[in-house]
Structure formats: structure tokens, C-alpha cells
């Protein structure tokens, strides 16, 4: 799981950190959760049911309302459902 702030604000001198971990999962359970809570400047990512957590500060100047994304990628041999 990671989260990449690399485009998280267009000001210079900003922590744009690509942060990561990895996740442990049963592969016969073949389902993993992921829960994101989006407010603000913050971004809080929930990996495995918590057991990884990444928060991020972002400060858009450009994605904002209708012009805002999210994006989601998978490197893995399946296919996932969001």
C-alpha cells in the first residue's frame, strides 16, 4: 500500500514523500479491505483492516470540487473491485 503526494500541491519546499508498506494478507481469504478518509488537507489510509496506516497532508490548489481524484492501481495477477 502507498501513498504518493508527488502531485499533492504545486508550491515548492512541500514534504512530497512517496510513502509505503506492505501488507500481509491470506491468500485464501482473497479479499483485503482498504479504507481512505478524505477531510480537509488530510488524507488517512487503512490497510488490512488498520493494520497499516498512511496519513497525508495535501494542499490542492487545482483538484478542487468537480475537479478532485482519486486513483487507484492495482500491480497484482487479479482483479479488484472499489
Known amino acids: 500500500m502507498c501513498s504518493d503526494q508527488s502531485r499533492s500541491s504545486l508550491k515548492d519546499g512541500i514534504d512530497k514523500t512517496t510513502y509505503g508498506a ?3 494478507i491470506d491468500s485464501q481469504q482473497k ?3 482498504l479504507r481512505s478518509l478524505i477531510y480537509h488537507s488530510i488524507i488517512e ?3 488490512a483492516g488498520g493494520s497499516i496506516c498512511i ?3 495535501v494542499y490542492p490548489k487545482i483538484a478542487v470540487d468537480n475537479k478532485a481524484h482519486l486513483y487507484v492501481f492495482n500491480n497484482g495477477t487479479l482483479s479488484i473491485k472499489i
Open 45 to 47: 489510509s487503512f490497510g
Open 31 to 33: 479479499k483485503m479491505s
Open 55 to 57: 496519513t497525508s497532508r
Open 22 to 24: 506492505f501488507v500481509n
